[in-house]
């Protein structure tokens, strides 16, 4: 127990000084201090909550930025008009396409991680099969974290649930609490949505809000 507690304070004292990329989400640099350089940053919630429309906004500024981003989409549900509209520079984006096999999509992250090519990797698994999840070995997570490990790389993992626990460096619940709709009756669509934004990891009793643009 003793042993357990000194590698979690640590832990805890590597993430205060480690090097922060600022998103340019104002809420989400609040709350986090900015992403962790070489670090895994878990965002969790449910289906329509606005994970993917926080994520368009991080790759929006970050390509601004001129960082080479990668999106490594498991269900093939990307929707590049969506992401331009959100700010994305698509042509600083590479979009890879897992044809809704999760298990290649976690393989293409592994590559991607070890070439230090990317400023940031987007791992969607929001849709991934429940099952692979299930059986997937915790040992991917701690190879990711190992391999981003004195990078300048950030890796952002969507889930619906938390998976990754501690091979994790940040993990922020995400959840909706309004909507924005245009259009007609039966042909509406969601122009954005006001989400809550909660600190799991490491663990703050702050929240804070924030408004996407094209939310899930």
């Given amino acids: 127990m003793i042993a357990r507690g000194v590698a979690k304070l640590r832990e805890f004292a590597e993430l205060r000084q480690a090097e922060r990329v600022l998103t340019g989400v ?10 962790i350089r070489g670090g895994i940053c878990e965002l969790t919630g449910p289906a329509g909550g606005g994970k993917r429309g926080l994520v368009f906004s991080m790759i929006a500024n970050l ?15 990307f929707d590049p008009p969506s992401a331009d509209k959100s700010g994305v520079k698509l042509n600083k984006v590479l979009w890879v396409k897992c044809g809704g096999d999760p298990k290649k999509a976690v393989l293409a992250t592994d590559y991607l991680i070890q070439s230090g090519l990317f400023g940031a990797i987007w ?9 692979f999840l299930n059986r997937m070995p915790s040992s991917y997570w701690f190879r990711f974290k190992v391999g981003l490990k004195d990078t300048a790389s950030v890796l952002l993992v969507t889930l619906e649930e938390t998976r990754l626990r501690s091979a994790s460096h940040q993990s ?37 809000q924030l408004s996407v643009v094209n939310g899930e």
Avoid: Y
């Avoid at 791992?123 to 099952?131: F, G, I, T």
């Fill in 172 to 208: 922020v619940r995400v959840a909706k609490e309004s909507s924005e709709w245009a259009g007609e009756a039966g042909f509406r669509v969601m122009r954005g949505a006001d989400v809550t934004l909660e600190m799991k990891k490491p663990v703050s009793v702050i929240r804070e």
């Fill in 63 to 77: 390509t601004r930025a001129n960082n080479i981003c990668a999106v490594v989409d498991a269900s093939d549900s």
């Fill in 123 to 131: 791992l969607d698994l929001s849709l991934a099969d429940e099952d």
């Fill in 26 to 35: 104002a809420p989400f640099d609040r709350l986090s201090g900015g992403l």
